[in-house]
């Protein structure tokens, strides 16, 4: 008998649970003592929690689209947590924080530095409408932090409308605008004000509305913003890295509800901005300009940790007596250069092109292997953000969180790494600057994969 819903199942929502028995039994056939020996040591010294420590494996080296474990192992990289827009290592982004290294490492207080300057410059020049101001952060999280702060700020109101099974960071404001059980439960109060809407996911919508979307999700959103009257914002996942894609008209509607209403727009971009979809920013794909955008993740890249809000030049109203960030590595010249490579990096090497093109090809593939394998049920992609999910049966779309973990189990040991959302989806998010060759690899493994499960399915 296979295992059928798990009650962990509910937390599944960010990645695969690290405690699961499929984990343990993988570890016992590929991890050699001397890794379990590292393995060991990181979970004597850091704090356990969900989705990471313990660890599965350890790694010695990044380049491109590819990881490699302290045993050799080479895996294609189509989870690397969306940091990889210009792939691991790249040596232009590299030469450039060695040059800054040596040049200007920090920058103190008070002062500013011109790979910050630059950068401030580049981003609202590539940002869509009048997305004229910056503010930078060590991390996505406090970037979030920032918007919600300054949605405070700007409009004198403090409730926002979010989205359930969204993801905004892990820190105590981020988690209460959120909507994923496994940051929010049993943790205590969280911000008062945070209202929670389903998101626009037509393959599991309360409203029912299914193939034939009439964007019910979005009326309702309308309708909280009408019954509350006092919202701040509305924040949200443009495209949400799961990956769901909202229709074509979601966010038209969303716009016109939130000026209807005196709310402003945040959009989240931190892991699908800078390229992921086939745009620079997810957002152009919707034809719209948010209030607020928050850039994170491959903004460092793939090397340090930086993130951006992105606001409308009359949100920025010198304000001496309110602090919006403040963080010490607010203007880290090196980070800074990082960024300022990768974008370069994007621009020169036809990232975006590169995406779209090979985005398009690999749904192709996907569809055809729908047609083989009965496990998918759903097949979903915007440029290099792509999403298999798999389902017990394709009337009901039962998520098949079992079988996908086994999916996922099988790939890591014909080296293929990638994320689970929701327990049942294969979400791939390789480097943007894969090849072909590469992306064809990648399909084989999880054809093999998908075989392999069926007839472990069918001989049950
Ligand atoms: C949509 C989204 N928002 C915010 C964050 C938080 O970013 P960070 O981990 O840099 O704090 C993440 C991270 O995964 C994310 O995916």
Not at 67 to 75: Q, T, V, Y
Not at 355 to 375: C, P, Q
Request: some cysteine; glycine content about 8%.
């Amino acid at each position: 008998m296979r295992a059928s819903d798990s009650p962990l199942d509910h937390f599944k929502s960010e990645g695969d649970l690290n405690v699961s028995p499929r984990r343990a039994s993988w570890s016992t056939q590929h991890i050699n003592a001397e890794t379990r020996h590292w393995l060991e040591e990181d979970a004597k010294y850091f704090l356990h929690q969900s989705l990471s420590t313990p660890c599965l494996n350890v790694l010695r080296g990044c380049d491109g689209a590819n990881i490699e474990d302290s045993e050799g192992r080479r895996l294609l990289d189509f989870h690397g947590n969306n940091v990889h827009q210009a792939g691991f290592s790249h040596p232009r982004v590299i030469e450039a924080i060695t040059r800054q290294m040596k040049e200007l490492s920090f920058c103190t207080r008070r002062y500013t530095n011109l790979p910050a300057i630059q950068l401030a410059k580049k981003l609202t020049e590539l940002a869509p409408g009048n997305l004229k101001r910056a503010l930078f952060a060590p991390s996505g999280t406090g970037a979030i932090g920032m918007a919600l702060k300054l949605a405070r700020a700007a409009t004198g109101r403090f409730k926002t409308i979010s989205m359930w099974d969204s993801f905004h960071g892990a820190s105590l404001d981020a988690i209460s605008v959120g909507g994923e059980a496994i940051f929010r439960h049993s943790i205590g109060p969280l911000l008062p004000g945070c209202e929670h809407v389903p998101p626009p996911d037509c393959r599991h919508c309360p409203f029912k509305c299914g193939a034939a979307c009439n964007l019910s999700c979005a009326d309702y959103v309308e309708y909280v913003l009408e019954k509350e009257g006092d919202v701040a914002a509305v924040i949200a996942e443009t495209v949400r890295s799961t990956p769901f894609i909202p229709p074509l008209d979601y966010w038209k509607k969303i716009r016109a509800a939130c000026d209807k209403h005196g709310a402003l727009l945040i959009l989240d971009e931190i892991p699908t901005g800078l390229g992921r979809t086939g745009k620079m920013f997810a957002v152009e794909h919707y034809g719209i300009v948010p209030d607020m955008l928050v850039l994170g993740k491959g903004l460092g890249g793939g090397v340090f940790p930086l993130a951006a809000l992105l606001a409308r030049e009359d949100l920025n109203r010198a304000m001496p007596d309110q602090a919006l960030g403040h963080y010490t590595h607010e203007k880290n010249p090196v980070a800074c250069a990082a960024a300022l490579a990768t974008l370069e990096v994007i621009e020169s090497e036809n990232l975006l092109e590169n995406t779209r093109r090979l985005g398009e090809y690999a749904v192709g593939r996907f569809r055809e292997l729908m047609a083989k394998h009965s496990l998918i049920g759903d097949v979903r992609g915007l440029g290099l953000l792509l999403g298999l999910e798999l389902v017990k049966d394709r009337l009901t779309m039962h998520r098949a969180t079992d079988e996908a973990e086994q999916v996922m189990y099988h790939a890591l040991s014909r080296g293929l790494n990638f994320k689970l959302t929701m327990g049942n989806i294969i979400t791939l998010t390789p480097a943007l600057t894969i090849t072909r060759e590469e992306m064809d690899r990648a399909i084989e493994i999880l054809d093999e994969c998908l075989l392999e499960e069926g007839n472990l399915k069918r001989n049950a």
